[in-house]
């Protein structure tokens, strides 16, 4: 940093203040190092650089004739920060310019312990995104944009579908149980919306409101996209969309709208009995998963899974479960699992092991019931141990579906191998999405499911089940700690990826229900089925709900699911500024009004209750309303 100046980017605020009367009419031009950016629709960006660039500048965002700017950039290189005084990392000197297409370049002369390199960044518009690559042959081990903005915060949403109003001092990391998008958004108190994306994996959504903190944490080169609104976040989400670059993977048809039977519990013979019967009331358009079947038991000496654990019942068994599915189209899987190494199975090996920067080999899951400790595999060491696996479950079983455990639940991590070598979350996301192509291919097409669901690996596996966990201000388990004035569950993650990655169910019932009651809480609620209609997820049921549980969510909401399977959300409205009650638009006309409020709802001479729902779509109903008194 420049000697005696720190970050922040306050001097590239106040000239971009400054400008707002005529940048944000549309007249806005560059001069006098500030960089505008028509987004179209009344958006606009606009760049201001400081004497270290970026990182001391200002990102101003304009949305239905508002503005709110962000200060500065947090950027670490090799674990400095830039911009920090004293320390070991220097800006000598900054260029900017735009190309004849219009995209600006931002080079920074850096010194970083001794050490000369060029950070650069690119920034341009693409659509109604204001895109901004940060590139160093260093690694950049750290960076956010702002991460303070000159607005206070009404709302932030985020994760699979989090909408948080007055949010208290709070960070989320990255994963399927907690930020499980790489996209977030800020709605302030102007009526200014913010999306914020990064492409790599998101390391955490971190805000503070005493420092008007709005920070979207990643690493290594990364790509951040901006979307500015005056119509709330869920627009932002919808105008993002094809934007994101994500795409869905091959299996993503087969797996769109089926009902899941997620099966924990039973002897091969009872879940054969339990499908069978199942099947006879015509809950046919569903998927298969198999848990706990393990050779040795679940979570217990892995990956030496195969044969079938001799405790639940034959091989015979199994395959007549097989058998009864392939009669009627519905894909098994069993579950499997690559992220715990544990030393008592075979080819065990420090080489296929994680290490920390301090040398240490990685602790991954203990099975405390045996007091067994796993060991976090290598993300690129465990291919020829699933690629052994797949080829006895299928020759021996014939499964059509998969699940693999952890993948979509834990974020991407950096690790060391045994030598010291780093590498990246960039290979580990590689290797992980990978493993999801190599499994499609030995179950002939199947589709590839995991836990808990984040977004990076979209575009090699199908889909997962969503963990909808519960704010809460003070650590609990199966619950996001975030303290606030109010939240509520929206369709954040399905706006932009519902036909890209499918998402089913709610979570768990003990995670979803967590210290309440099943009853009024589980996977058989009324709560808990309004929350897979908000998001137009796939409907999830369990063991514990039998057959009867089953087949009657299954014949309640199962044709209004499977309509809008390959639909996009068009929008979402709050009736009344009421957060808990929320109308669902889809973009083929369909509709969903949720109440989550304490009182009835009326609806078009309808009358929903607390843990209500109407739907419609076409000549597709259904509902949980109040009739005659009587819900």
């Known amino acids: 940093a420049r000697p005696g100046r720190p970050p922040g980017g306050d001097e590239a605020a106040q000239r971009l203040s400054k400008r ?6 549309g007249d806005g031009r560059d001069g006098k190092g500030v960089w505008f950016f028509d987004l179209g629709g009344g958006g606009g960006a606009s760049l201001a650089l400081g004497p ?38 220097i800006v000598c000197g900054v260029d900017a310019a735009r190309d004849l297409f219009g995209r600006l370049k931002v080079t920074h002369r850096l010194m970083v312990n001794g050490e000369s390199a060029v950070l650069t960044a690119r920034v341009w518009r693409d659509g109604p995104c204001l895109r901004m690559r940060l590139e160093c042959p260093l690694r950049l081990t750290a960076m956010t944009p702002g991460p303070s903005v000159d607005q206070a915060v009404r709302s ?46 998101p390391g955490a959504i971190a805000f503070d409101p005493g420092g008007n903190q709005c920070a979207l944490e990643t690493h290594m080169d990364a790509t951040y996209t901006f979307v500015p609104g005056g119509r709330g976040p869920i627009d932002c989400a919808v105008r993002y969309r094809p934007f994101s670059g994500k ?12 009902f899941v039977f997620d099966i924990w519990g039973g002897r091969y013979s009872e879940i054969g009995d339990y499908v069978r019967r199942a099947f006879a009331y015509g809950a046919t358009d569903s998927l298969l998963l198999i848990h706990n079947w393990q050779r040795w038991g679940y979570d217990y000496r892995l990956p030496d899974i195969y044969p079938p654990n001799p405790k639940f019942g034959t091989i015979e068994e199994i395959r007549e479960v097989g058998r009864l599915c392939g009669e009627r189209g519905v894909p098994w899987g069993l579950h499997d699992n690559y992220i715990d190494f544990y030393p008592d199975a075979g080819g065990y090996s420090y080489e296929h092991i994680c290490f920390g920067a301090g040398g240490e080999p990685v602790k991954a899951w203990i099975n405390d019931s045996r007091g067994a400790q796993s060991y976090r595999w290598r993300p690129d060491r465990f291919e020829p141990f699933l690629r052994r696996n797949l080829r006895l479950m299928r020759d021996g079983l014939g499964p059509t579906a998969s699940f693999v455990d952890v993948f979509t639940s834990a974020g991407c991590f950096d690790f060391y191998d045994r ?35 984040h977004d990076q690996l979209i575009g090699w596996i199908d889909g997962a089940d969503c963990q909808y966990l519960e704010l809460s201000p003070v650590p609990a388990r199966h619950t996001i700690r975030l303290g606030c004035r109010d939240w509520e569950r929206v369709p954040w993650a399905d706006a932009v990826n519902h036909t890209k990655f499918i998402l089913h169910g709610a979570g768990y019932s003990t995670r979803y229900q967590n210290e309440r009651s099943r009853r009024d809480h589980g996977i058989e609620s009324d709560d808990y089925l309004c929350a897979e209609m908000v998001t137009g997820h796939a409907l999830m049921t369990d063991w514990g709900a039998g057959v009867r549980g089953a087949v009657r969510k299954y014949w309640l909401a199962q044709d209004f699911v499977r309509s809008v399977a390959g639909d996009e959300i068009e ?36 009358v929903i209750p607390t843990d209500g729902f109407l739907a419609r779509n076409g000549d597709i109903e259904s509902s949980i309303e109040r009739i005659g008194g009587v819900i």
């Not at 707002?20 to 009419?25: H, S, T």
């Not at 795409?247 to 089926?258: C, E, H, I």
Request: aromatic content about 10%; proline content about 3%.
């Open 20 to 25: 707002r009367a005529g940048a944000w009419r």
């Open 571 to 606: 929008g979402v409205d709050f009736g009344g500024g009421d957060i808990h009650r929320l109308t669902v638009r889809w973009c083929s006309g369909a509709q969903v009004w949720v109440n989550r409020s304490a009182s009835d709802w009326a609806v078009g001479g309808r």
């Open 247 to 258: 795409r869905a993977a091959a299996g993503v048809p087969r797996k769109a709208g089926r």
């Open 419 to 453: 030598e010291g070598h780093f590498h990246s979350f960039l290979e580990t996301r590689a290797h992980w999405g990978g493993a999801f192509a190599t499994i499609r291919n030995a179950f002939r097409g199947g589709p590839t499911v995991s836990e808990a669901g």
């Open 52 to 89: 270290n660039g970026i990182v001391d500048g200002a990102l101003a965002f304009s949305g239905g004739g508002r503005v709110a700017i962000y200060r500065g950039m947090r950027l670490e290189v090799l674990g400095e920060r830039l911009g920090a005084w004293p320390g070991g990392a």
């Open 156 to 201: 932030v949403y985020f994760g699979h579908g989090y909408r948080v109003d007055g949010p208290e001092a709070f960070r989320v990391s990255g994963g399927g149980h907690g930020l499980a998008t790489s996209h977030v958004a800020f709605e302030f108190e102007n009526g200014v919306s913010l999306l914020v994306a990064c492409d790599n994996p």
